[in-house]
């Protein structure tokens, strides 16, 4: 419990660094950018899309308390600047709850791919299966339980593949030195 305290700790202090606030904007900038361009679509139901790296980047570099906030500012931002359906707390409770999750798996930690995929794993069956299902069985009116095998199928499907681009990612940008750039950074 004492390593959680100082993991949350280490992370809250990162939130008082000029270098953090400025990765943070440049993150979301990519991420707004990603949003409009970068997704495949595999039929009705799946959609591969990479507006989420950014997210999970800020959760690596600077932890679960600046991810969940990084992750409902930008939730929240993303909807003001492209609106698709109604706007809806629970998805950004979502969003922050994601951030929390990975920093608190990925922050100051080797990065593996087991460890990716675990974290994955916690927010697939916590955030999309458990309350995004609830979120959606609210909004719409449907029943949560005729909802959840659609919901569970997809997840278990992008589970490995988000998982791998993430991993995929991350070692790229590790191996380039752009992780120990942004850590050193003075400003």
């Known amino acids: 419990m004492k390593k959680l305290a100082t993991l949350f700790t280490q ?3 990162e939130m008082k660094k000029l270098r953090t606030i400025t990765v943070c904007g440049l993150m979301a900038a990519i991420a707004v950018a990603l949003s409009y361009f970068a997704s495949i ?4 139901y799946i959609r591969i899309g990479f507006s989420g ?9 600077f932890g679960p308390v600046v991810g969940g906030c990084f ?5 929240i931002i993303k909807y003001l600047i492209k609106p698709t ?5 629970g998805f950004t409770f979502d969003a922050v709850l994601g951030g929390i ?8 930690k080797p990065l593996s791919l087991p460890r990716i ?16 299902t609830l979120w959606i069985s609210i909004l719409y009116g449907k ?16 589970w490995p593949v988000d998982s791998l681009i993430l991993f995929l990612v991350t070692r790229l940008l590790h191996s380039s030195g752009i992780f120990k750039t942004i850590y050193n950074a003075s400003y």
Not at 71 to 75: F, Q, V, W, Y
Not at 101 to 108: E, I, T, V
């Open 143 to 158: 029943a949560f339980m005729a909802l959840l095998p659609a919901r569970v199928l997809k997840n278990v499907i992008m």
């Open 71 to 75: 992750g409902g500012a930008l939730d």
């Open 85 to 89: 359906g109604v706007y809806f707390p």
């Open 11 to 13: 992370s809250y202090l």
């Open 101 to 108: 999750l990975y920093g608190s798996f990925l922050y100051k």
């Open 53 to 61: 790296i950014p997210n999970r980047l800020v959760d690596t570099l």
């Open 41 to 44: 679509e595999i039929g009705n």
């Open 117 to 132: 995929l675990l974290a994955k794993l916690v927010v697939i069956i916590v955030c999309n299966i458990f309350f995004n």
